[in-house]
């Protein structure tokens, strides 16, 4: 048997060299350690969260057995960003973001083990899980939209600011594959009381993490305004320029149109395919996989070259796959299609998220990151209430057919724009030094606006 020739050695050392190379580019943002802190205590949390999730539609489900009060729990845990996220955004750039979101986990805790309690009493009613909703909506407006401003924080280098989203998102989503499946076993075992407590525990280790960091104090970079004129200047700076305007937009038709599809899976698997929570589990845990799979695809790009594309042709593959599953009563199938749904999903989420993080101001980060959080959670409340009544009506398939066939023609209005907002940003581009930096391979920018023939 013949040695490897030298040749053959070096090919073998440079391939293995590239390999980690790509390894270290995507996982560029562990080497800041307040990240690494976040990222760790994170994941155990947003286990809980994911299981209280299912656990909290399935037992409205099996207590009411309406579609109508699926809505009307969506609606509630969720229409508290819409209404205050604007408030959230001004105080997020005034307030301290690390004891803000210290604040905020305590909370969200506390209302997990009262939630816990009173369904071990036996005492729970839809009403008090409907007020319980309400309450830890307010808190995760806050809470959401000061973790959103607080990355800058963690992550030093503005370079691995997208990597730091890209790799939060992954971690979401592979919660959400573990959180959904845990929690139907457990449903089926022992009852939904143990997916609140056991989530009402996870939030100690995002908050051991949290006190394990060490923050720099942000600079106040402008004096604090009255409220009213600050709420006003945010929106002014967020709306009146039409590429940041045109992200939001289509971010939160597709929450409105798209996104309620969520709230109406205990429908799909109890009457559509027959089965129970452990089924209900499986359907959200093929979609997290698609988001899983979205995610890293993102975090592994060495630039963000053509993330504007990308963007606007997301929610064509949401909702063409929205409408197949629809059709479908095969867990295989419906199972393929939800995966589509979350892959669209997330690459428009997250690459979104990252084009508005790159071009904001600092001053206004908070308030810029509050409007996304209305567009990308606000909305779903108002399209789960719209959902939930329709699926009474004219039924869950039909419903979530009309949304899908909603979030095609907004991609199909918002593309024709691409040209005019690419040549409105170019010269924030150039005063940012973006683009020539784009120009050598630097990732510190997008494609969203910048034509391939101008990089």
């Given at each position: 048997?013949?040695?490897?020739?030298?040749?053959?050695?070096?090919?073998?050392?440079?391939?293995?060299?590239?390999?980690?190379?790509r390894?270290?580019?995507?996982?560029?943002a562990?080497?800041?350690?307040?990240?690494?802190?976040?990222?760790?205590?994170?994941?155990?949390?947003?286990?809980?969260?994911?299981?209280?999730?299912?656990?909290?539609?399935?037992?409205?489900?099996r207590?009411?057995?309406?579609?109508?009060?699926?809505?009307?729990?969506?609606?509630?845990?969720?229409?508290?960003?819409?209404?205050?996220?604007?408030?959230?955004?001004v105080?997020?750039?005034?307030?301290?973001?690390?004891?803000m979101?210290?604040?905020?986990?305590?909370?969200?805790?506390?209302?997990?083990?009262?939630?816990?309690?009173?369904?071990?009493?036996?005492?729970?009613?839809?009403?008090?899980?409907?007020?319980?909703s309400?309450?830890?909506?307010?808190?995760?407006?806050?809470?959401?939209?000061?973790?959103?401003?607080?990355l800058?924080?963690?992550?030093?280098?503005?370079?691995?600011?997208a990597?730091?989203?890209?790799?939060?998102?992954?971690?979401?989503?592979?919660?959400?594959l573990?959180?959904?499946?845990?929690?139907?076993?457990?449903?089926?075992?022992?009852?939904?009381?143990?997916?609140?407590?056991?989530?009402?525990?996870?939030?100690?280790?995002?908050?051991?993490?949290?006190?394990?960091?060490?923050?720099?104090?942000r600079?106040?970079?402008?004096?604090?305004?009255?409220?009213?004129r600050?709420?006003?200047?945010?929106?002014?700076?967020?709306?009146?320029?039409?590429?940041?305007?045109?992200?939001?937009?289509?971010?939160?038709?597709?929450?409105?149109?798209?996104?309620?599809?969520?709230?109406?899976?205990?429908?799909?698997?109890?009457?559509?395919?027959?089965?129970?929570a452990?089924t209900?589990?499986?359907?959200?845990?093929?979609?997290?996989?698609?988001?899983?799979?979205?995610?890293?695809?993102?975090?592994?790009?060495?630039s963000?070259?053509?993330?504007?594309?990308?963007?606007?042709?997301?929610?064509?593959?949401f909702?063409?796959?929205?409408?197949?599953?629809?059709?479908?009563?095969?867990?295989g199938?419906?199972s393929?299609?939800?995966?589509?749904?979350?892959?669209?999903?997330?690459?428009?989420?997250?690459?979104?998220?990252?084009i508005?993080?790159?071009?904001?101001?600092?001053?206004?980060?908070?308030?810029v990151m509050?409007?996304?959080?209305?567009?990308?959670?606000?909305?779903?409340?108002?399209?789960?209430?719209?959902?939930?009544g329709l699926?009474?009506?004219?039924?869950?398939?039909?419903?979530?057919?009309?949304?899908?066939?909603?979030?095609?023609?907004?991609?199909?209005?918002?593309?024709?724009?691409?040209?005019?907002?690419?040549?409105?940003?170019?010269?924030?581009?150039?005063?940012m030094?973006?683009?020539?930096?784009?120009?050598?391979?630097?990732?510190?920018?997008?494609?969203?606006?910048?034509?391939?023939?101008?990089?």
């Open positions: 048997m013949s040695s490897p020739t030298p040749e053959a050695e070096n090919t073998e050392a440079i391939n293995g060299a590239n390999d980690a190379s390894w270290r580019l995507a996982l560029r562990f080497d800041h350690r307040n990240f690494r802190l976040f990222f760790m205590g994170q994941t155990i949390s947003l286990i809980g969260t994911w299981m209280q999730q299912l656990a909290m539609i399935w037992l409205v489900y207590l009411t057995g309406s579609a109508v009060w699926l809505g009307i729990i969506g609606f509630s845990s969720q229409i508290p960003t819409f209404l205050l996220s604007p408030v959230a955004g105080l997020t750039d005034r307030w301290n973001r690390h004891r979101i210290l604040c905020t986990q305590t909370l969200a805790m506390l209302q997990a083990f009262l939630l816990a309690f009173l369904v071990g009493s036996n005492l729970i009613a839809v009403w008090q899980l409907v007020v319980l309400l309450v830890l909506g307010v808190v995760n407006t806050f809470d959401i939209t000061g973790r959103q401003a607080f800058t924080e963690m992550v030093a280098r503005r370079k691995d600011l990597n730091a989203i890209a790799l939060n998102s992954s971690m979401v989503n592979a919660t959400r573990v959180g959904p499946a845990l929690a139907g076993f457990l449903i089926e075992q022992i009852g939904e009381k143990w997916c609140f407590f056991l989530n009402g525990t996870s939030y100690l280790a995002v908050l051991a993490s949290l006190w394990a960091m060490t923050i720099t104090p600079q106040q970079l402008t004096p604090h305004t009255r409220f009213l600050g709420l006003h200047e945010g929106f002014t700076y967020a709306f009146g320029f039409a590429p940041i305007r045109s992200l939001l937009l289509l971010m939160a038709l597709v929450s409105l149109m798209g996104v309620p599809y969520m709230t109406l899976l205990p429908v799909f698997a109890t009457d559509v395919l027959h089965s129970d452990g209900l589990g499986l359907l959200i845990a093929a979609a997290g996989s698609g988001a899983l799979v979205g995610a890293l695809y993102l975090a592994a790009r060495n963000i070259l053509g993330l504007g594309v990308r963007i606007a042709l997301s929610p064509i593959l909702g063409v796959a929205l409408i197949g599953f629809t059709f479908s009563h095969q867990l199938l419906s393929c299609l939800l995966f589509l749904i979350g892959l669209a999903m997330m690459v428009q989420m997250a690459a979104t998220n990252t508005l993080q790159l071009i904001v101001d600092e001053d206004k980060r908070g308030r509050s409007f996304y959080t209305m567009a990308f959670m606000g909305m779903t409340p108002l399209g789960s209430l719209v959902a939930g699926a009474d009506r004219i039924g869950a398939p039909l419903t979530l057919q009309i949304g899908g066939v909603g979030c095609i023609v907004g991609s199909l209005l918002y593309l024709p724009f691409l040209p005019s907002l690419r040549r409105m940003v170019r010269p924030i581009y150039i005063r030094g973006i683009i020539p930096e784009v120009a050598t391979g630097i990732e510190t920018a997008t494609e969203m606006f910048v034509p391939p023939e101008e990089s």
